[in-house]
């Protein structure tokens, strides 16, 4: 279940700080053929996720996902909830400008309609460069399955970068770029593989603060359209 389209940059809670964002996508027009007995297709669906966070440190930050998904029948369904851990020792230096370079792990109990490997972990590191006008970010995320018959102990590879420019104070318009290549020693074949590119616009205006991204299957095993969201919820 594609829960989350985002790369992750330098965004981190402050200490003591509680944060809730809203992620949203649909698939116009995507995969529609079951990989497995009772699976959910991402075909006309729509995925909406409640993600709780909470600075522990300036460095340190826990969140929590509530991931639903609504199928082309218009059933609603529970997928599983996520904990997280982000770790972002090195970040910009003040006003913005410079290296960032962290890590992100995360621990999934996942609905069988949706993943075989109902349980998973994810490390996913955070690598990138901002400054006045550019922001440059990549992960190249690791996943091991911890059930199922993909539990094999050797991860799954699926790198995404980031590139934005800031046109206007607050409002950048850039490029996310996500790929499942498979597992790191058996890549799948290029026709096999999952490749998409989003145009995507950020605004960051408090109170309104939110990404919009328009996706494009480059290649028949990917979906061919999805449209997806995150909004900052304020939180007094």
Request: hydrophobic share 35%.
């Amino acid at each position: 279940m594609i829960d989350e389209i985002q790369v992750y940059t330098d965004d981190i809670n402050k200490p003591g700080e509680f944060g809730l964002e809203l992620h949203v996508n649909t698939t116009p027009k995507g995969r529609s053929t079951q990989d497995f007995p009772r699976e959910i297709t991402p075909w006309h669906g729509l995925r909406f996720t409640p993600e709780f966070s909470y600075g522990l440190t300036k460095e340190l930050e826990a969140g929590l996902y509530l991931p639903y998904a609504r199928d082309a029948e218009g059933t609603t369904h529970f997928a599983g909830p996520k904990l997280r851990l982000k770790w972002l020792p090195l970040q910009p230096k003040e006003g913005g400008r410079g290296w960032f370079l962290g890590a992100n792990v995360e621990y999934a109990w996942v609905a069988p309609e949706f993943e075989q490997s109902n349980r998973s972990v994810e490390l996913r590191p955070i690598v990138g460069y901002r400054d006045r006008d550019w922001l440059f970010a990549a992960n190249p995320i690791l996943g091991w399955a911890l059930a199922g018959p993909d539990h094999d102990g050797k991860p799954d590879f699926s790198p995404s970068v980031k590139v934005a420019r800031n046109v206007a104070s607050g409002i950048a318009l850039g490029v996310e770029y996500y790929a499942e290549l498979g597992k790191v020693n058996n890549i799948l074949p290029h026709q096999e593989q999952s490749h998409t590119l989003y145009f995507a616009l950020d605004i960051d205006r408090k109170p309104w603060v939110f990404n919009i991204g328009i996706g494009r299957g480059l290649n028949d095993a990917t979906d061919r359209w999805t449209l997806k969201t995150i909004i900052e919820i304020p939180i007094d």
